[in-house]
T-cell receptor, first 117, second 114 residues
C-alpha cells in the first residue's frame, strides 16, 4: 500500500519568506508527527497530532512555526519569516492507533529538504 | 538537553564483521527503545525495538542488548553486509504517554566495506 508522502521533496526559499510543507499520512493512521533533521543531527520532535487536534506542540522551536491537520488526514507545517537556521529536512511520520500510541511503529515519509538562502 | 546519546558518530566495518552502536538515556520514564535505519534520501524505517522487561531481543542478524541499571542499550549487527550501509538512529519514548513522541540519538553512519 501507499506509504507516507510529503511534498515538495525539495524547497529553496529566501530568508523572510513563508513556506508550507505538506504531509499525506497512511490512510487510517490517526497519529501524525513532524520531526526536523538538521545536518549531522538526530531527529528532533516538533509536533504530534491525534486526529485533528495537537495535544503536544512542545517541540515547535518558535512562534514562526505552526501546523494543522484537516479531516484527520493531511497535515501542513508552516514556517513564517524563514531564517537560515530553519534549513533542514522536515520529516513526517504516521502511526496507526491511539491505543498504546507510545509503542506503535511510526512510518516515516521521505522528507522535505528545506534550504533557506 | 540531549536525553539520548549515541556513539560512535561513524563506523566502518568489513563485510562479515560485527557492527556495534551504543546509546545511553537519562530519563528513567522511557520504556520503549526502537532503532531506525535510514538510507540516503529516504525516511527512517523501524528496524527493531525493545521494552525494558527483557535484556535482549534478536531479529535475524540484528540484536538489541538492554541494560536497565546502566540506562544503556546497543544494536549489534552480525555478519554485516554492504547493504547494511546506512545511518542508524536509536530512540526512546515513554510508551505509556499519550503522545508516543520519539527522542532520537544523533545517529551513526555505518559503512560496510566489501
Amino acid at each position: 500500500g501507499a506509504g507516507v508522502s510529503q511534498s515538495p521533496s525539495n524547497k529553496v526559499t529566501e530568508k523572510g519568506k513563508d513556506v508550507e510543507l505538506r504531509c499525506d499520512p497512511i490512510s487510517g493512521h490517526t497519529a501524525l508527527y513532524w520531526y526536523r533533521q538538521s545536518l549531522g543531527q538526530g531527529l528532533e520532535f516538533l509536533i504530534y497530532f491525534q486526529g485533528n487536534s495537537a495535544p503536544d506542540k512542545s517541540g515547535l522551536p518558535s512562534d514562526r512555526f505552526s501546523a494543522e491537520r484537516t479531516g484527520g488526514s493531511v497535515s501542513t507545517l508552516t514556517i513564517q519569516r524563514t531564517q537560515q537556521e530553519d534549513s533542514a529536512v522536515y520529516l513526517c511520520a504516521s502511526s496507526p492507533s491511539p491505543t498504546s500510541v507510545g509503542y506503535n511503529e511510526q512510518f516515516f515519509g521521505p522528507g522535505t529538504r528545506l534550504t533557506v538562502l | 538537553q540531549q536525553q539520548v546519546k549515541q556513539s560512535p558518530q561513524s563506523l566502518i566495518v568489513q563485510k562479515g564483521g560485527i557492527s556495534i552502536i551504543n546509546c545511553a538515556y537519562e530519563n528513567t520514564a522511557f520504556d520503549y527503545f526502537p532503532w531506525y535505519q535510514q538510507f540516503p534520501g529516504k525516511g527512517p524505517a523501524l528496524l527493531i525495538a525493545i521494552r525494558p522487561d527483557v535484556s535482549e531481543k534478536k531479529e535475524g542478524r540484528f540484536t538489541i542488548s538492554f541494560n536497565k541499571s546502566a540506562k544503556q542499550f546497543s544494536l549489534h549487527i552480525m555478519d554485516s553486509q554492504p547493504g547494511d550501509s546506512a545511518t542508524y538512529f536509536c530512540a526512546a519514548s515513554r510508551g505509556s504517554s499519550n503522545t508516543g513522541k520519539l527522542i532520537f540519538g544523533q545517529g551513526t553512519t555505518l559503512q560496510v566495506k566489501p
